[in-house]
């Protein structure tokens, strides 16, 4: 009998510290969260010819050096969330050019797609929320068509390197003969905040449904100061929304790819560039 009571008060001590065990872990769950993140690819071969016919084997991932698992992988069309980002600060007869190109951009998404309308040069303003209304979309890139360009007297101000007025050595004026005590100045820069239009895109893009591809299409010539925003900043907000950025840069200096902060937005982003020194073929 004393052998069949040890026998039971052991089974009953291991129930008990089985029931203890697992309220224990019941009580102290460990709990990890998994996000899914939306890698969207664009592959160009020779000729900058997009190449559509490849598989999730054909990719791998990483992160930080680790290999990242591809758990779902598509190729169908995905609705857009694109904010359209226009420098209106542009030269006048760039800024003309353009503008004649805003019905057919306009004309260019898909009824799934929703679209936002910026302008900026000293300041950034939205044209258009995001709307899947083409005829709104329209009605916005016709307001942008109305604008004028800035007065003479701030747009016909050198925009590019080389923009001191007059003979210089060694970086100075050269002052005219007869001119001694007069002070020549350069002329102010050309305030254009691309970093805060874009800023200002990435922060209404993350409001927008996770199921969307979010992309920024903007169209400058690349001039970016007086901003609040810095380019890290602005940088790290386009990332952490998930947005690429698509530029077509206009009155660029050569080579383009290598003198623009628009370069460095799309490859920072993964997005694509079309630089041109002419958009009289756009």
Do not use: C
């Amino acid at each position: 009998m004393r052998r069949e009571a040890r026998k039971i008060r052991k089974v009953v001590l291991a129930a008990a510290l089985f029931l203890a065990a697992v309220a224990y872990a019941q009580e102290f769950k460990i709990r990890a969260k998994i996000d899914l993140v939306v890698v969207p690819v664009t592959v160009k071969g020779a000729g900058n010819k997009l190449v559509t016919s490849l598989a999730k084997q054909d990719f791998v991932i990483f992160e930080d050096g680790r290999r990242q698992i591809i758990t779902n992988f598509t190729s169908d069309p995905v609705p857009l969330s694109a904010a359209v980002v226009v420098d209106t600060g542009l030269p006048p007869e760039s800024l003309s050019k353009i503008q004649r190109t805003f019905p057919a951009l306009a004309g260019a998404f898909s009824q799934f797609d929703e679209v936002a309308v910026y302008r900026y040069d000293k300041f950034v303003a939205k044209v258009l929320d995001f709307s899947a209304d083409t005829e709104r979309v329209e009605t916005a890139m016709n307001t942008l068509r109305e604008i004028k360009p800035r007065a003479l007297s701030d747009s016909n101000l050198p925009r590019g390197p080389f923009s001191t007025p007059g003979p210089v050595i060694n970086g100075a004026p050269v002052v005219p003969p007869g001119q001694a005590g007069v002070v020549i100045t350069s002329p102010p820069k050309v305030t254009n905040v691309l970093n805060d239009a874009l800023f200002e895109a990435a922060s209404d893009l993350a409001k927008r449904e996770h199921n969307r591809r979010k992309i920024v299409l903007v169209i400058s010539d690349g001039q970016n100061n007086g901003n609040d925003h810095s380019f890290d900043e602005t940088a790290r907000s386009l990332l952490q929304t998930g947005v690429q950025v698509y530029a077509v840069g206009l009155d660029q200096p050569f080579p383009y790819s290598k003198t623009s902060v628009l370069d460095d937005f799309v490859k920072t982003t993964g997005g694509d560039a079309y630089f041109v020194d002419s958009i009289q073929s756009i």
